[in-house]
């Protein structure tokens, strides 16, 4: 069973606000990643981290920030929120080791009004 | 650039076999996954193929071949709690960068 774990799992904010998606996993995984999914649509991948202090650019361009100063924390930051900011944001990591099967948290679903 | 593709939509009936197509281009190719994901939940994996050929896993099957660039998840005798988006996802890399199909949603009618 994986353990990975998002806070808040549902968040209503204002435009202008900044927030911080937090992301935790227990598993000792090295690669961490950040994905956005509408309802009903695939996942883009937003930030990715091969580990302590390595984070990248997903493929989809994005206004936030991410941060790995931890092996098993990989939070996510909006500076300044806006209604198109507006998804679920999932959480996933994944063993070097492993065959890359990918283990997702329960996501955050964000409202920003 | 990387791209997958997988049907939109595919409605079967219970009890039934159904097979989910995956067709991609990728810069590399380590390995094609499939995930589940039910609506307002999260994905979860399904299976993996780094090798051409099928792994049977219960009453699901996934089935690859890396010179057609192809793979396909096969789900036999559907229950109505199959009904989900099944997405495919293709490892490529040394450093394991996942990109993921655009998802089939599968009905599963009685």
């Known amino acids: 069973e994986a353990d990975i774990y998002q806070t808040p799992r549902y968040l209503v904010i204002g435009t202008g606000k900044k927030i911080t998606l937090e992301c935790s996993q227990t598993?000792?995984?090295?690669?961490m990643y950040w994905y956005q999914q509408d309802p009903g649509m695939e996942l883009h991948l937003i930030h990715y981290?091969?580990?302590?202090?390595?984070?990248e650019k997903g493929d989809l361009s994005s206004e936030s920030t991410v941060s790995r100063i931890r092996t098993e924390h990989f939070p996510l930051t909006l500076e300044s929120a806006r209604p198109s900011h507006t998804s679920q944001y999932l959480c996933?990591?994944?063993?070097?080791?492993?065959?890359?099967?990918?283990?997702f948290g329960p996501g955050t679903r964000l409202l920003v009004l | 650039g990387q791209s997958l593709e997988q049907p939109s939509e595919v409605t079967a009936v219970e009890g039934a076999i159904v097979q989910i197509n995956c067709t991609y281009q990728?810069?590399?190719?380590?390995?094609l996954s499939w995930y589940q994901q039910h609506d307002g939940g999260a994905p979860t994996f399904l299976s993996y193929?780094?090798?051409?050929g099928l792994e049977e896993t219960g009453r699901f099957s996934s089935f690859l071949s890396r010179s057609d660039s192809y793979g396909y998840l096969l789900l036999q005798e559907l229950q109505m709690k199959d009904s989900a988006s099944y997405f495919c996802?293709?490892?490529?890399?040394?450093?394991?960068?996942?990109?993921f199909g655009t998802g089939t949603k599968l009905q599963v009618i009685p």
């Open positions: 996802a293709v490892d490529s890399g040394g450093y394991q960068k996942v990109t």
């Open positions: 193929n780094a090798l051409d």
């Open positions: 990728t810069s590399g190719f380590y390995g």
């Open positions: 598993m000792g995984h090295d690669k």
């Open positions: 981290s091969y580990g302590v202090n390595s984070t």
């Open positions: 996933a990591s994944t063993d070097t080791r492993g065959r890359g099967t990918q283990y």
